[in-house]
């Protein structure tokens, strides 16, 4: 059978490869999504202090160090069975809205606006960043501003912008300064005036991208996200809840450990990334997305005044859920304007300055668990330790696990749509990439590829004559 | 020449006068890419000055040929890895061996200490539901042992840190691309 590969997947955070099978007359068979690397984190923290679990976890990723980092913390303090300080808690909130707002940042100027601006069937090699800076300067200087933006939060309060310190099991390290504070509340003007400018233009988009909005990922699944007594968008505090394609719950209030009994872990032979999938229902039936999508639909509001009147038009997109992966871009940028919002809110709180920040404790318990909304989805960190503190055995499901079922539906979806005959067209190809990059996968977290072959894709004839070949 | 085969020549000419820069992410984080674009808007300065030809950020598939300098993030843990570094060096004139796992090989070198098989027993099967099995079909192999770039090939620039700051990196550039190897001596460090 031909088989088309695309390796490594560019754009993205982390590396993967995508296999195309065709038919005999060059009709997709299937498609599948491979991650290619893995680096055992579950397995390299044994025997180590918790205390030291934050800032090791947070090595696994670069791009969201803070929300392992807080996942981390949220699981010692289950530890160490302490309520933070409120101050902490607001402080840790802060830290987890700038996170969210220079990855999603990422994502959409970096790595996916040059498939809007230049075209999805644009020259490969301008199709990027760099190109960005050439064709759409104002576009690539505001991504880079608004990206900047949320690095400077954490380095302000965290020290440095990648891998930062300060937040600790207990809470944070040391309070906040009111001329931190100041200095963040400057810059937010300018950052909301980017997020709103760049959410009017991509709204303007959405219809040159119909064929795409059809064909992203788009079918009826379950979604997981925190939730709270609100029905507020939540991103740190709250429990897990899954709800139907129709918005109905299906499980609600699950923490600490319940998630075992609704969250299952299926192997791939092909990949080192595992499927997640809904326990009660199965692995074919228990598909479910999480990340920006399904945070705007488990929330009833966002809870801040801009962000709520850009979801009340977000949800007139369809009648219940909002079920096309292509969304994913939109509700990102929402969440950033929300991040936004919220964190002006936060450090406009007098108690901000609370100079009561840490709770301090030896370990209570054995075992602990985090949950927190990471910028691609549902973060989990699990611990067990020993008499001594060390760690006994570590579980974390990340947000691309989640996700990876729906990912490989996404996959084959497209490719069906737009890989078609005897001709490979590049534009078809970015466009397997696109549906991946519009999930934002990251697959640093918990694995990470590497490709050595080049891209090159033969169509080959059932008698295996080459029809047609691409390299690049 | 029509108009726009001169524009044509003109952008071909000035694609030439740029230094060719690669940057590849190997078994890491990221992190050291993400403080790499921390450069923020002095990234709008490199434009004039590079040619991003292959990375993580571009869609280049294929390693190429001619690079000026190449910066590795990450160390090398699997058979592509491996072979991956191997094309690297040998297309690449200056090879820069950029953060903490790529020079000590770092986090990803702690699996060390347990065999390959008790890692993958731990995330394969006692971390599984159902369908446990070590993945084996279109995934390359794990090496026993992580290693450091410059166990494997020659490393012309080593930028310590995890990650190496922004201006360090930027630094680094600055210097490479005006013909010097840098001197990071008290502008680079190990570790956060």
Same mark, same amino acid.
């Given at each position: 059978?031909?088989?088309i590969?695309?390796?490594?997947?560019?754009?993205i955070?982390?590396?993967?490869?995508?296999?195309?099978?065709?038919?005999?007359?060059?009709?997709?068979?299937?498609?599948?999504?491979?991650v290619?690397?893995?680096?055992?984190?579950?397995?390299?923290?044994?025997?180590?202090?918790?205390?030291?679990?934050?800032?090791?976890?947070?090595?696994i990723?670069?791009?969201c160090?803070?929300?392992?980092?807080?996942?981390?913390?949220?699981?010692?303090?289950?530890?160490?069975?302490?309520?933070?300080?409120e101050?902490?808690?607001?402080?840790?909130?802060?830290?987890?809205?700038?996170?969210?707002?220079?990855?999603?940042?990422?994502?959409?100027?970096?790595?996916?606006?040059?498939?809007?601006?230049?075209?999805?069937?644009?020259?490969?090699?301008?199709?990027?960043?760099?190109?960005?800076?050439?064709?759409?300067?104002?576009?690539?200087?505001?991504?880079?501003?608004?990206?900047q933006f949320?690095?400077?939060?954490?380095?302000?309060?965290?020290?440095?912008?990648?891998?930062p310190g300060?937040?600790v099991?207990?809470?944070?390290?040391?309070?906040?300064?009111?001329?931190?504070? %100041?200095?963040?509340?400057?810059?937010?003007?300018?950052?909301?005036?980017i997020?709103?400018?760049?959410?009017?233009?991509?709204?303007?988009?959405?219809?040159?991208?119909?064929? +795409?909005?059809?064909?992203?990922?788009?079918?009826?699944s379950?979604?997981?996200?925190?939730?709270? %007594?609100?029905?507020e968008?939540?991103?740190y505090?709250?429990?897990?809840?899954?709800?139907?394609?129709?918005?109905?719950?299906?499980? %609600?209030h699950?923490?600490?450990?319940?998630?075992?009994?609704?969250?299952?872990?299926?192997?791939?032979?092909?990949?080192?990334?595992?499927?997640?999938?809904?326990?009660?229902?199965g692995?074919?039936?228990?598909?479910?997305?999480v990340?920006?999508?399904?945070?705007?639909?488990?929330?009833?509001?966002?809870?801040?005044?801009?962000a709520?009147?850009?979801?009340?038009e977000?949800?007139?997109?369809?009648?219940?859920?909002v079920?096309?992966?292509?969304?994913?871009?939109?509700?990102?940028?929402?969440?950033?304007?929300?991040?936004?919002?919220?964190?002006?809110?936060?450090?406009?709180?007098?108690?901000?300055?609370?100079?009561?920040?840490?709770?301090?404790?030896?370990?209570?318990?054995?075992e602990g668990?985090?949950?927190?909304?990471?910028?691609?989805?549902?973060?989990?960190?699990?611990?067990?330790?020993?008499?001594?503190?060390?760690? +006994?055995?570590?579980?974390?499901?990340?947000?691309?696990?989640?996700?990876?079922?729906?990912?490989?539906?996404?996959?084959?979806?497209?490719?069906?749509?737009?890989?078609?005959?005897?001709?490979?067209?590049?534009?078809?190809?970015?466009?397997v990439?696109?549906?991946?990059?519009?999930?934002?996968?990251?697959?640093?977290?918990?694995?990470?590829?590497?490709?050595?072959?080049?891209?090159?894709?033969?169509?080959?004839?059932?008698?295996?004559?080459?029809?047609?070949?691409?390299?690049? | 020449?029509?108009g726009?085969? @001169?524009?044509?020549?003109?952008?071909t000419?000035?694609?030439?006068?740029?230094?060719?820069?690669?940057?590849?992410?190997?078994?890491?984080?990221?992190?050291?890419?993400?403080?790499?674009l921390?450069?923020?808007?002095?990234?709008?300065?490199?434009?004039?000055?590079?040619e991003?030809v292959?990375?993580?950020?571009?869609?280049?598939?294929?390693f190429?040929?001619?690079?000026? @300098?190449?910066? @590795?993030?990450g160390?090398?843990?699997?058979e592509?890895?491996?072979?991956?570094?191997?094309?690297?060096?040998?297309?690449?004139?200056?090879?820069?061996?950029?953060?903490?796992c790529?020079?000590?090989?770092?986090?990803?070198?702690?699996?060390?200490?347990?065999?390959?098989?008790?890692?993958?027993?731990?995330?394969?099967?006692?971390?599984?539901?159902?369908?446990?099995? @070590?993945?084996?079909?279109?995934?390359?192999?794990?090496?026993?042992?992580?290693?450091?770039?410059?166990?494997?090939?020659?490393?012309?620039?080593?930028?310590?840190?995890?990650?190496?700051?922004?201006?360090?990196?930027?630094?680094?550039?600055?210097?490479?691309?005006?013909?010097?190897?840098?001197?990071?001596t008290?502008?680079?460090?190990?570790?956060?």
């Amino acid at each position: 059978m031909p088989t088309i590969t695309i390796d490594p997947i560019t754009r993205i955070e982390g590396h993967a490869k995508v296999t195309i099978q065709l038919g005999e007359q060059g009709e997709v068979q299937s498609a599948r999504f491979h991650v290619t690397q893995v680096r055992g984190f579950e397995k390299l923290c044994q025997g180590r202090p918790f205390t030291e679990m934050p800032a090791l976890m947070a090595r696994i990723c670069g791009i969201c160090p803070t929300s392992h980092l807080l996942a981390s913390s949220k699981a010692c303090d289950d530890i160490m069975a302490v309520r933070i300080p409120e101050t902490a808690e607001m402080l840790r909130r802060i830290m987890n809205l700038a996170q969210i707002i220079q990855s999603h940042a990422l994502s959409f100027f970096y790595l996916s606006a040059p498939d809007f601006l230049l075209g999805m069937d644009a020259d490969p090699a301008e199709r990027n960043i760099m190109g960005m800076v050439r064709k759409h300067p104002q576009m690539a200087r505001d991504g880079i501003k608004l990206r900047q933006f949320g690095q400077r939060v954490l380095e302000t309060l965290g020290g440095k912008r990648v891998h930062p310190g300060w937040i600790v099991p207990g809470g944070v390290s040391h309070p906040l300064q009111a001329e931190q504070r %100041d200095q963040i509340l400057a810059q937010i003007p300018d950052a909301i005036r980017i997020t709103r400018a760049a959410l009017q233009w991509f709204k303007g988009q959405i219809e040159s991208f119909r064929a +795409e909005v059809r064909s992203f990922a788009n079918f009826p699944s379950m979604f997981l996200a925190m939730a709270n %007594d609100t029905n507020e968008f939540s991103a740190y505090n709250g429990w897990l809840r899954f709800i139907d394609a129709n918005l109905n719950i299906v499980a %609600d209030h699950i923490t600490g450990t319940d998630y075992l009994n609704y969250i299952g872990e299926s192997c791939n032979e092909d990949s080192y990334l595992k499927s997640t999938y809904f326990k009660p229902l199965g692995l074919t039936d228990g598909v479910y997305r999480v990340g920006p999508l399904a945070r705007l639909n488990m929330c009833q509001s966002a809870g801040t005044v801009q962000a709520d009147e850009e979801l009340a038009e977000f949800r007139e997109l369809e009648r219940h859920s909002v079920l096309s992966s292509f969304y994913y871009h939109y509700a990102r940028l929402i969440e950033i304007l929300f991040s936004i919002e919220r964190m002006e809110t936060l450090l406009n709180d007098p108690d901000i300055l609370g100079t009561n920040v840490r709770a301090h404790a030896s370990p209570n318990k054995f075992e602990g668990v985090g949950y927190l909304e990471a910028p691609r989805g549902t973060l989990i960190h699990h611990y067990r330790i020993d008499q001594n503190g060390l760690i +006994e055995s570590a579980n974390m499901i990340i947000a691309t696990g989640h996700n990876n079922q729906a990912i490989n539906h996404g996959v084959l979806q497209v490719a069906r749509q737009f890989v078609k005959g005897k001709k490979i067209e590049h534009g078809a190809l970015n466009r397997v990439e696109a549906v991946i990059r519009a999930f934002d996968p990251c697959l640093s977290c918990s694995t990470h590829a590497d490709g050595t072959m080049p891209l090159d894709i033969q169509l080959l004839s059932p008698d295996g004559e080459v029809l047609d070949r691409l390299l690049r | 020449m029509t108009g726009k085969q @001169v524009s044509d020549v003109q952008a071909t000419e000035a694609r030439a006068a740029k230094a060719r820069i690669a940057t590849v992410w190997l078994d890491g984080c990221s992190g050291c890419h993400m403080s790499l674009l921390d450069i923020d808007e002095r990234l709008i300065l490199l434009e004039d000055k590079i040619e991003l030809v292959y990375s993580p950020l571009v869609d280049a598939k294929q390693f190429p040929k001619n690079v000026d @300098v190449t910066l @590795v993030e990450g160390s090398v843990s699997t058979e592509d890895d491996l072979h991956k570094i191997k094309l690297i060096r040998k297309n690449s004139k200056i090879l820069v061996s950029l953060g903490d796992c790529a020079v000590t090989g770092n986090i990803p070198s702690m699996r060390t200490v347990f065999s390959l098989e008790s890692v993958m027993e731990r995330v394969y099967d006692e971390n599984a539901t159902i369908n446990k099995q @070590v993945p084996s079909k279109d995934v390359p192999k794990l090496l026993e042992r992580v290693l450091t770039l410059h166990e494997v090939v020659d490393v012309d620039v080593f930028i310590p840190g995890c990650p190496p700051s922004a201006d360090t990196i930027f630094f680094a550039i600055s210097e490479l691309l005006e013909g010097r190897i840098p001197d990071l001596t008290f502008t680079a460090r190990f570790g956060a």
